[in-house]
């Protein structure tokens, strides 16, 4: 009869393990209840905020002087052509590098390439 006794002590001791297992269970739980009530409350205050960023911005609305717009355009605009002739020179590099690996085979022919479009990357 001992191998009942064992049964019911590994019986009991499997129940308790499982009994403190579900009440662990149950605290985090809890936990992760009372933090995603923290969290909605932290993004309720948060969309608040962006209401009334938002009238605040439409009632009145930033007025910067349009000399600081247009010098800030052309800035813009002399980086873009800096951009695209760092493109060009990267582009030609690239091809001279491929025709090196390539062992001085001649260049492949590329199609035009318009100017908005950004060059590929380079394959690896």
Avoid: C, W, Y
């Amino acid at each position: 009869m001992p191998k009942k006794d064992v049964k019911k002590n590994s019986n009991s001791n499997l129940d308790e393990v499982l009994l403190e297992n579900f009440v662990q269970l149950q605290h985090v739980l809890t936990n992760l209840a009372v933090k995603f009530e923290d969290l909605s409350g932290n993004i309720s205050r948060l969309l608040q905020l962006f209401e009334l960023s938002a009238k605040s911005f439409a009632d009145k609305p930033i007025s910067a002087p349009a000399g600081v717009d247009q010098e800030f355009l052309k800035k813009l605009d002399s980086l873009l052509d800096q951009n695209k002739t760092i493109s060009k020179g990267i582009m030609m590099m690239e091809e001279r590098v491929r025709n090196r690996t390539a062992g001085g085979m001649p260049p492949r022919q590329r199609p035009p390439q318009s100017m908005n479009r950004m060059p590929r990357p380079l394959q690896r």
